[in-house]
Nanobody, 124 residues
Framework: QVQLVESGGDLAQPGGSLRLSCAAS????????MSWTRQASGKGLELVSG????????YYANSVKGRFTIIRDNSKNTLYLQMNNLQPEDTAMYHC?????????????????WGQGTQVTVSS
């Protein structure tokens, strides 16, 4: 019943922008913290950004701070990741995840569901 469906991944040039979306269904979206993670080819999972249930608290990895913005629209049950000034090292599969509580977490075991992901490729 719980579903998280990511979209918006594409090929972008360095310095370009993309906006990822995560459509949530099957649960009360506004009661859960949410996060974005990414996994580059041959690399482990990296927590990119997190946001609390009401959107008041956010987290960004140092690698994306100042370039990415996490946003949620609880009226639309949708999570977004606005990515600006993209760089080749941002190339990865991006997944949205649902936190068990109202808060985001830096521990993967605190998330009980992940979407299938959307591919972002940054290349000149």
């Amino acid at each position: 019943q719980v579903q998280l469906v990511e979209s918006g991944g594409d090929l972008a040039q360095p310095g370009g922008s993309l906006r990822l979306s995560c459509a949530a269904s099957g649960f009360i979206f506004s009661r859960h913290g949410m996060s974005w993670t990414r996994q580059a080819s041959g690399k482990g999972l990296e927590l990119v950004s997190g946001i609390s249930a009401d959107g008041s608290d956010t987290y960004y990895a140092n690698s994306v701070k100042g370039r990415f913005t996490i946003i949620r629209d609880n009226s639309k049950n949708t999570l977004y990741l606005q990515m600006n000034n993209l760089q080749p090292e941002d190339t990865a599969m991006y997944h949205c995840g649902r936190a068990i509580t109202r808060y985001y977490s830096d521990k993967l075991h605190d998330y009980d569901f992940w979407g299938q992901g959307t591919q972002v490729t940054v290349s000149s």
